[in-house]
T-cell receptor
Framework: DVKVTQSSRYLVKRTGEKVFLECVQD?????MFWYRQDPGLGLRLIYF???????EKGDIPEGYSVSREKKERFSLILESASTNQTSMYLC??????????FGPGTRLTVT | GENVEQHPSTLSVQEGDSAVIKCTYS??????FPWYKQELGKRPQLIID?????GEKKDQRIAVTLNKTAKHFSLHITETQPEDSAVYFC??????????FGAGTTVTVRA
């Protein structure tokens, strides 16, 4: 059974703080993804990675960066958190040509 | 990029009736079409998928149909039950790893 875990379920940070969201998958998937989910806007892709140390911008990369030093781990970094980054963040992983499996999500509040 | 439109945005059905959700996509190169179910407070879960070389796929009470010529695909849920209440997302993918998601359909099954 595919398992994707995220480091925190809930997180509260202050404006300007540096925020790290971590995601780990145990299925040896090549691809990993970070989305944010906001009411009425569905799932929007922030960044994805198709291999270790490789990354590609998604649809809304501004204000975010990512790191993939190991195949099983994909980190999302908010360099300087802002209130408009308050959202649900979902990590996902997949093989090259299959559906994505999601983590439980991290609800981030920036005050 | 790929644009996926999903209708309706909300759907209320009587228990035991059928539910149909429709999606259209813009890029004829898309070749993989998964459907996700997201219950309140939980992660999106892959429930069924279809590839472009297949016109229909069924798994118990759910089925998906694909019309490549018209560039639309649909999710059918028969004999709906209260546990089918959730938000359903369609998605489309080409060869570039990324999924493009529809905005979601909130399905409510009335007892």
């Amino acid at each position: 059974d595919v398992k994707v875990t995220q480091s925190s379920r809930y997180l509260v940070k202050r404006t300007g703080e540096k925020v790290f969201l971590e995601c780990v998958q145990d299925m040896d998937h090549e691809n990993m993804f970070w989305y944010r989910q906001d009411p009425g806007l569905g799932l929007r892709l922030i960044y994805f990675s198709y291999d270790v140390k490789m990354k590609e911008k998604g649809d809304i990369p501004e204000g975010y960066s990512v790191s993939r030093e190991k195949k099983e781990r994909f980190s999302l970094i908010l360099e300087s958190a802002s209130t408009n980054q308050t959202s649900m963040y979902l990590c996902a992983s997949s093989y090259l040509d299959s559906g994505q499996y999601f983590g439980p999500g991290t609800r981030l509040t920036v005050t | 990029g790929e644009n996926v439109e999903q209708h309706p945005s909300t759907l209320s059905v009587q228990e035991g009736d059928s539910a149909v959700i429709k999606c259209t996509y813009s890029d004829s190169a898309s070749n993989y079409f998964p459907w996700y179910k997201q219950e309140l407070g939980k992660r999106p879960q892959l429930i069924i998928d279809i590839r472009s070389n297949v016109g229909e796929k069924k798994d118990q009470r759910i089925a998906v149909t694909l019309n490549k010529t018209a560039k639309h695909f649909s999710l059918h849920i028969t004999e709906t039950q209260p546990e089918d209440s959730a938000v359903y997302f369609c998605a489309a993918k080409k060869h570039d790893y990324k999924l493009s998601f529809g905005a979601g359909t909130t399905v409510t099954v009335r007892a």
